[in-house]
């Protein structure tokens, strides 16, 4: 059973830049399309980047140009670099397979505030 972990959220300014990762244990899923997701506040999880296991990468288009997703095979890790913040970015992040093949990990919180 494959075990997601998410991490390196934090409080930060407008504009400013995070970088998340989301270590997997028990599977290797470097076969996999992985994808992240995000939950404001009272709405429902949405997709917004996937990288398939050959590195081809697709967006959501609010996020596009200001994040990037990449991936590490060898540390079964997958990042994404988050730039040019926004309030409207404020979530908890998770990661998972693009079909949300695994349990969802914890997620990891993103607060953009002034």
């Known amino acids: 059973q494959v075990r997601l972990v998410e991490s390196g959220g934090g409080v930060v300014q407008p504009g400013g830049s995070l970088r998340l990762s989301c270590a997997g244990s028990?599977?290797?899923?470097?076969?996999?399309?992985m994808t992240w997701f995000r939950q404001a506040p009272g709405k429902q999880r949405d997709w917004i980047a996937t990288?398939?296991?050959?590195?081809?990468?697709n967006y959501v288009d609010s996020v596009r140009g200001r994040f990037t997703i990449s991936r590490d095979a060898a540390k079964n890790t997958v990042y994404l670099q988050l730039s040019s913040l926004e309030p409207e970015d404020t979530a908890v992040y998770y990661c998972?397979?693009?079909?949300?093949?695994?349990?969802w990990g914890q997620g990891t919180q993103v607060t953009v505030s002034a």
């Open positions: 998972n397979t693009i079909l949300s093949r695994y349990p």
């Open positions: 028990g599977e290797n899923f470097g076969r996999y399309a």
């Open positions: 990288i398939t296991a050959t590195g081809y990468t």
